[in-house]
């Protein structure tokens, strides 16, 4: 299946089913169970709403994404929009609610990580991939 066509299938599966088809992703190939909510941001030159499914981890009270892109060594469009327009709508299986995001830099960065690298491992090789032309971003996703 295309990349974009297997995309648009989970975030569907997540609306559909107010987050009980979709909250666990098991990847393309069915080896992966990785926990994933559903992000809304507003584009930064369509102004329209725009959903992705991402792979999740908790610090706290908060939510952690990273904008890897695989390791590219650009950044999603998702990440562009969020940036340009930080207040977002979030939602962890059935709840839904707006946020304020921040990107995670410095010493902030560390332990999120490695709770990110222990939910999905090849983060670690995207930032290896991408170590030479930028730091991938960690996003804090705090509930307003």
Known sequence: MPLRDWVAEHIRKYQESNGAGGHIWYGVDGNL????????????????????????????????????????PTSPIWYGNLTANPE????????????????????ERARP??????????YNNYQEKAKASQEIPMIVLERS
């Open 88 to 107: 977002v709508r979030v939602q962890v299986q059935a709840d839904k609610f707006a946020t304020n995001t921040r990107t995670a830099s410095g010493k």
């Open 113 to 122: 990580w490695s709770i990110m690298a222990e939910i999905f491992p090849s």
């Open 33 to 72: 169970n990785v926990p994933c909510l559903s992000l809304t941001t507003k584009g930064r030159k369509s102004s329209e709403e725009r959903t992705a499914t991402l792979i999740y981890g908790q610090e706290g009270d908060s939510y952690v994404v990273i904008a890897s892109k695989g390791g590219k």
